[in-house]
């Protein structure tokens, strides 16, 4: 798969966009029309999830309702509210309802909801109705939207479709339950744009990771990449270039099912529609072609393997290394270190230097986020390469680094205080760079995994890379550290200065960490 698609094209656009305008650059927001935060089903049937974490974890490898519901709370729900004098500058509409900042434990690109969540349920699945009154009631088979500010599931078909979406992956799956994850552009095309099909598809990657940072190693959490989405799409009613489908999950169920086979029947599909509150709707021609060219490319599903043709290749031997000490294990659960998630926002104080050990602890973080694909092989390795600015770090001299995981140290690149290049390559006023005691750089070899995988694997790759951003988010806020994570740099002048020609890596992210300063002005509202 090496032909020249509109995928490559998009990601050269996306890299260049600070130095070439994107189509649209003159857009500006109508913030008086703009959509709501998530999708709206009126008159749906909706029954109430739990809201309280489970009190038995469940079998071991399986999920229940009650685990489900903990695993969608505390990655999308609504967690608490939050008022702080920082520099963004929509801070001062935060004191108003209408305008409130709330907060969530997993990431997003510029908009708190930009992914839906879709339950497809099949026989099996218990608890559903008053769960807290009758946690053995079962819940009805078909395909539910997750309502994320009433923590509530709607239900937008009645009846088994699992074998529609066993059929749409195409390879056998022994598996009665799924979540879907797809996106509603305008919700995030209306600020953001061509640049928006960039960022939702992080943000994929962002929640993927949060629901594996809560599984850990007691259930699975592997998403497929390539499926008929049109076919999948047709199913849950969404106008095709409206909605993207990007992932679904299989979930082995503590309840264990005959799944049907043969023919699906034709024509069932969900009637419902969501009720859009923006009078004027806007479709961006690059946004369509790139959710085309992928969607097109769904069903082309690589061999195993394929990715290790793009995988991060090791720092260069040599140079004068700096060593880096064991990264010390997390002693926070990961539920309350994503209660504590937040983005520092211009709030990062270089007076306390960062110490050798949470910049381990980060690093790791950041390079386990690996999410599968189920086209993964042994050996593939990892896509994503970290590149490290230090600015304050407690016996790490300041300047550029690779870090190589397999050695746990950092390879110097460019001697010196990096703040001013950071700064001058940022172009939003919400961070002072400088002031972060490290900014850590991702970046994968794009246009290599283009070549081996095709259009979706572009979605593959900002997948990881939000991934890799939540995994570091949970990381400093476990730590007690801040953090944030943006998009706003111009990409060719870190290839420059980290030497990246030739080398085919582009910079997607860069991920800012350190203390912040004490005592601040804060407001904050826990629901839970």
Not at 22 to 42: E, G, I, L, Q, S
Not at 194 to 219: I, N
Request: with cysteine; net charge neutral.
């Amino acid at each position: 798969m090496t032909s020249t698609t509109y995928a490559h094209e998009y990601a050269s656009m996306i890299l260049r966009r600070n130095r070439v305008p994107m189509p649209h650059a003159d857009f500006v927001p109508n913030w008086a029309d703009k959509p709501r935060p998530t999708k709206h089903y009126p008159g749906a049937l909706t029954f109430p999830l739990p809201d309280a974490a489970p009190e038995s974890d469940g079998p071991q490898g399986t999920f229940t309702l009650p685990v489900l519901a903990s695993m969608l709370r505390d990655s999308y729900g609504l967690t608490g509210r939050r008022l702080a004098i920082q520099a963004n500058t929509d801070v001062h509409g935060y004191p108003w309802y209408a305008r409130a900042n709330w907060s969530r434990g997993t990431a997003s690109g510029g908009g708190l909801y930009p992914c839906s969540i879709y339950w497809v349920a099949g026989p099996g699945a218990r608890g559903g109705g008053r769960i807290e009154q009758s946690p053995d009631a079962g819940v009805c088979p078909g395909v539910y939207h997750y309502s994320i500010r009433r923590h509530a599931m709607q239900r937008l078909l009645a009846g088994d479709v699992t074998r529609q979406v066993r059929d749409a992956l195409t390879v056998p799956v022994d598996a009665s339950q799924f979540l879907v994850v797809g996106v509603k552009y305008w919700a995030n095309a209306f600020k953001y744009n061509t640049f928006s099909y960039h960022a939702v598809s992080m943000d994929v990657g962002t929640v993927l990771q949060t629901w594996r940072q809560l599984c850990g190693d007691r259930r699975p959490v592997e998403p497929h990449f390539w499926f008929d989405q049109e076919a999948l799409g047709r199913l849950l009613g969404l106008p095709a270039d409206e909605e993207g489908l990007f992932a679904v999950v299989p979930l082995p169920w503590s309840t264990r099912v005959a799944t049907e086979t043969g023919p699906a029947p034709d024509g069932v599909a969900v009637r419902r529609r969501d009720e859009e509150r923006s009078r004027v709707v806007l479709t961006f021609d690059p946004v369509r072609r790139i959710h085309r060219t992928t969607a097109r490319a769904a069903t082309d599903r690589p061999v195993p393997g394929a990715l290790a043709a793009a995988a991060a290749t090791a720092p260069p031997a040599g140079g004068d290394r700096v060593a880096l000490p064991p990264a010390p294990p997390p002693t926070m659960p990961v539920r309350d270190a994503l209660a504590r998630r937040r983005s520092s926002f211009g709030r990062f104080d270089a007076s306390r230097a960062l110490s050798t050990g949470d910049l381990a602890a980060l690093l790791v973080a950041a390079h386990v986020a690996h999410l599968p694909t189920e086209v993964a092989a042994p050996g593939d390795g990892h896509l994503a390469k970290l590149y490290v600015f230090v600015n304050h770090v407690r016996g790490v001299a300041p300047g550029s680094y690779a870090y190589d995981p397999a050695r746990h140290d950092l390879r110097p690149i460019r001697p010196g205080p990096p703040g001013m290049f950071l700064q001058r390559n940022y172009f939003l006023p919400n961070y002072n760079l400088e002031q972060a005691a490290v900014v850590v750089v991702p970046a994968v070899r794009v246009g290599d995994v283009l070549d081996a995988v095709g259009p979706r694997g572009y979605n593959v790759v900002n997948a990881t890379i939000g991934a890799v951003a939540q995994s570091f988010y949970t990381a400093a806020a476990a730590l007690d550290l801040g953090c944030g994570v943006a998009l706003g740099f111009d990409g060719v002048s870190y290839i420059e200065e980290l030497d990246l020609d030739g080398t085919g890596e582009t910079p997607l992210l860069i991920m800012l960490a350190g203390h912040e300063r004490a005592l601040p002005s804060d407001y904050r509202y826990d629901l839970r």
